[in-house]
């Protein structure tokens, strides 16, 4: 089956330094990839909707300039957050949809803790 | 007209009973409505999906109810296990374009031993 690879896993980072998450679709092609970001025992929040060779398109209140996503390649997107400060700190996940079926195969999740 | 909405918000279940997990829509164009599992520290996993063209789908325990005409889905876990202890969304989407899914709120199963 369709399989996302996420990575890294889990990371700790300084305030006021950027941290770079790779979305990775392994055994198929992704022209659009979303990533989202979830709460403790909250559900998924949509930030934004990733598109191979195009900009992003941002969900209202997501900042754009802090979440900087590129989609450079049709198995490859990655989301920075720039200036990470302790607010940040979430659970970030990315999924891509295998176009042969309608299901999107979401990542395993990134824990971003920022100190 | 976008929201999923959801319930129970939490389920505690025995081993071996049943768990039944609702959720309403109101948006008619949705037409694909897949549930996911998560465990914790975990991205959510594809669990069972249907379209609205049937009322039911079975894969093993797991079955969904569809109602179209009440814009309502439920998901059945039968024999639950103690392995099936984990957050349940639902989720809804149109099937055409790039289409997002728009989920539930979640539901924390814990079924016990």
């Known amino acids: 089956g369709a399989v996302v690879s996420q990575h890294p896993s889990w990371v700790i980072c300084k305030s006021g330094t950027s941290v770079k998450i790779e979305c990775r679709s392994l055994?198929?092609?992704?022209?659009?990839m979303f990533w989202y970001r979830q709460f403790p025992k909250q559900s998924l929040m949509l930030m934004a909707t990733?598109?191979?060779?195009?900009?992003?398109?941002?969900e209202q209140g997501v900042e754009k300039d802090k979440f900087l996503i590129n989609h450079a390649s049709l198995t490859l997107s990655t989301l920075t957050v720039t200036s990470a400060h302790p607010e940040d700190s979430s659970f970030y996940i990315c999924?891509?949809?295998?176009?042969?079926?309608?299901?999107?195969?979401f990542g395993s999740g990134t824990r971003l803790t920022v100190v | 007209q976008q929201q999923v909405k959801q319930s129970p918000q939490s389920l505690i279940v025995q081993k071996g009973g049943i768990s039944i997990i609702n959720c309403a829509y109101e948006?008619?164009?949705?037409?694909?409505f897949p549930w996911y599992q998560q465990f914790p520290g975990k991205g959510p996993a594809l669990l069972i999906a249907?379209?609205?063209?049937?009322s039911e789908k079975k894969e093993g325990r797991f079955t969904i109810s569809f109602n179209k005409s009440a814009k309502q889905f439920s998901l059945h876990i039968m024999d639950s296990q103690p392995g099936d202890s984990a957050t349940y969304f639902c989720?809804?989407?149109?099937?055409?374009?790039?289409?997002?899914?728009?989920f539930g709120t979640g539901t924390r199963l814990k079924v016990l031993a």
């Open positions: 990733s598109n191979e060779g195009s900009k992003a398109t941002y």
């Open positions: 055994d198929f092609q992704a022209t659009t």
């Open positions: 989720a809804a989407s149109t099937t055409s374009g790039t289409y997002k899914y728009i």
């Open positions: 249907i379209r609205p063209d049937v």
């Open positions: 999924s891509a949809q295998d176009r042969t079926n309608y299901g999107y195969t």
């Open positions: 948006n008619t164009a949705f037409d694909y």
